[in-house]
């Protein structure tokens, strides 16, 4: 089993940033990959970034790419998304989530988190 809590969510005045951070524990939470989702209201949930266990790897929507960075500390079992640049489309509900295989496919991940709002203000 794969514990993951989402912590920084917020509200943030487009332009801004904001840091999410994803706390991730269990017994078996080594060597899985890792990625952020969000969800908007009336919208499907959407890939936002993905890092693998080592960090070698990282992967990135095309809508985000470029403002969004994603890494790791594996000694601390945190993840991160620092998140620059926002805009009111990025206001959506944010989950982490942990996969045996990184992904930018939901379906392949097997755990998730509760979810932390970010509200983007314009």
């Known amino acids: 089993q794969v514990q993951l809590v989402e912590f920084g969510g917020g509200l943030v005045q487009a332009g801004g940033s904001l840091r999410l951070s994803c706390a991730v524990s269990g017994r078996t939470a080594r060597n899985y990959a890792t990625g952020w989702f969000r969800q908007a209201p009336g919208k499907e949930r959407e890939f936002v970034a993905a890092?693998?266990?080592?960090?070698?790897?990282?992967y990135y929507a095309d809508s985000v790419k470029g403002r969004f960075t994603i890494s790791r500390d594996n000694a601390k079992k945190q993840v991160y998304v620092q998140m620059k640049s926002l805009k009111p489309e990025d206001t959506a509900v944010y989950y982490c989530?942990?996969?045996?295989?990184?992904?930018?496919?939901?379906?392949?991940?097997?755990?998730w988190g509760q979810g932390t709002q970010v509200t983007v203000s314009s």
């Open positions: 890092i693998s266990w080592s960090g070698d790897n990282t």
């Open positions: 989530a942990a996969s045996a295989t990184v992904s930018d496919d939901g379906a392949t991940y097997d755990y």
